[in-house]
């Protein structure tokens, strides 16, 4: 089993959708939550940080995590035609180095 | 500010050949990390440096894989002999760390084929 499972899509919506990406993980131990976007061709870009449980927003982003159910969401509203990328989930347990634990990313398409 | 730049951004070689992969974090990181993705599978992580040492080596596969991080700037990643399995894009990240919490920086990748 993996770590983190992440269902790769693709997902397809329209523009100006709202757009819910999940993850879930095992290792409870997890205590840093983040979410990469990777365009083609390129390398993850960072996107939202969150620690421990709660949610946090960023413009049109919003990542919630839920440790008690070991699943973490990200949000984005009104999804524009350059949101299409691939997105990954990440996630650290400080107490076993600074390493990144990812999921394996799910293909987002935002059709105008 | 420049980003973490890799190269080459691609390399075929034949099983059983050497490859160096460099990567360049940007200035004045002193956290370098390797990872790396094969087909269909997540990215993993590799190595860790912190300056010139490395600080955590556990996601190397075997001992064809050699890094290295002279004077604690650029690192170099060999693969000596390569094998078909070891095809996939090998990503390196930089990071600081701002306010108690660290940011990892990608570099575009460096995609390797092994035929």
């Known amino acids: 089993q993996k770590e983190v499972e992440q269902d790769p899509g693709p997902l397809s919506v329209p523009e100006g959708a709202i757009v819910s990406l999940n993850c879930t993980y095992s290792n409870s131990a997890f205590q840093y939550f983040m979410w990469y976007r990777q365009y083609s061709r390129k390398g993850p870009e960072l996107l939202m940080y969150?620690?421990?449980?709660g949610n946090k927003e960023d413009g049109r982003f919003t990542a919630q995590v839920d440790k008690s159910s070991k699943y973490i969401s990200l949000f984005i509203r009104d999804s524009q035609p350059s949101d299409s990328a691939t997105y990954l989930c990440a996630m650290r347990d400080n107490n076993a180095g600074n390493m990144l634990t990812f999921g394996g990313g799910t293909r987002l398409m935002v059709k105008p | 500010e420049a980003g973490v730049t890799q190269f080459p951004s691609h390399s075929v070689i034949e099983k059983g050949q050497t490859v160096t992969l460099r990567c360049d974090p940007i200035?004045?990181?002193?956290?370098l990390y390797w990872y790396r993705r094969v087909m269909g599978k997540e990215i993993k992580f590799l190595l860790h440096f912190v300056k010139e040492s490395k600080q955590d080596e556990s996601g190397m596969p075997n001992n064809r894989f050699l890094a290295e991080r002279t004077g604690g700037t650029y690192s170099t990643l060999k693969v000596q002999p390569a094998e078909l399995e070891d095809s996939g894009v090998y990503f390196c990240?930089?990071?600081?760390?701002?306010?108690?919490?660290?940011?990892?920086?990608f570099g575009p990748g460096t995609r390797l084929l092994v035929l």
């Open positions: 200035s004045g990181h002193d956290n």
């Open positions: 969150t620690y421990s449980s």
């Open positions: 990240a930089s990071s600081h760390w701002t306010g108690g919490v660290e940011t990892q920086y």
